[in-house]
């Protein structure tokens, strides 16, 4: 049974290039959201999705990231035309439906631009 | 939305020291505590969670936490701290979301 699944685990990109991030949850587990850690800060939430739903993106920024769950397939964070400031951890987590619940996160995906 | 609130950024103690962390939230509905510690290098892990029923909830590796609804608070506490405790340590809420502290980096001392 394997956990939340993220790739890459290292992605460096050139300023104003794109960055993809995939994010596929645990087996039977509907809920996928994304936080961002820089370096000394703690986890920043992102946004929280369900299937084909964003119910909370309260966290992301409002230009040039996006974030995208599918009825197929793994979950998507991308972002558009990357700076500097870009460059963190991105980590992903997932949880069952239900109140009550902890998440479990992915390995997390650092992202250098350079 | 929910806050957590993290007072000590980094604590340095020696091996066998206890140790207490803080964390403070605030929420005005049901909410459901956590800590996560995440060692050098790799991902979060679960260290113990609060749903309800006792306050004193005990964890993984000799980790207990207590919830003080009164004072919103879900300290962390360890009797006897090891080296190879240390990494960060994330306090979580959860309301309708997950909301985290900013993290407390535990160095123990051999």
């Known amino acids: 049974n394997a956990g939340v699944m993220q790739n890459p685990r290292h992605l460096v990109r050139r300023r104003g290039q794109e960055a993809r991030l995939r994010c596929s949850p645990m087996k039977g587990h509907s809920h996928v959201y994304w936080y961002r850690q820089l370096p000394e800060e703690g986890l920043k939430f992102m946004v929280y999705l369900q299937k084909e739903n964003i119910i909370d993106e309260s966290g992301m920024p409002k230009e040039r990231f996006s974030a995208e769950f599918p009825k197929e397939g793994p979950s998507i964070l991308r972002i558009q035309q990357v700076v500097r400031g870009d460059s963190a951890a991105y980590f992903c987590?997932?949880?069952?439906?239900?109140?009550?619940?902890?998440?479990?996160f992915g390995s997390g995906t650092r992202l250098t631009v350079v | 939305a929910q806050s957590v609130s993290q007072h000590n950024h980094h604590v340095i103690l020696s091996e066998a020291a206890s140790l207490e962390l803080g964390c403070n939230y605030s929420?005005?509905?049901?909410?459901?505590l956590f800590w996560y510690v995440q060692y050098p290098g790799q991902h979060l892990q679960l260290l113990l969670k609060?749903?309800?029923?006792?306050?004193l909830v005990k964890g993984i590796k000799g980790f207990e936490a207590e919830f003080i609804k009164s004072k919103f608070s879900f300290n962390l506490r360890k009797p006897s701290v090891q080296w190879s405790d240390t990494a960060e340590y994330f306090c979580a809420v959860k309301g309708n979301d997950m909301r985290f502290g900013a993290g407390t980096r535990l160095t123990v001392k051999p």
């Open positions: 987590a997932s949880s069952p439906e239900g109140q009550g619940s902890g998440y479990t």
């Open positions: 609060y749903f309800s029923g006792d306050p």
């Open positions: 929420y005005g509905g049901t909410v459901n």
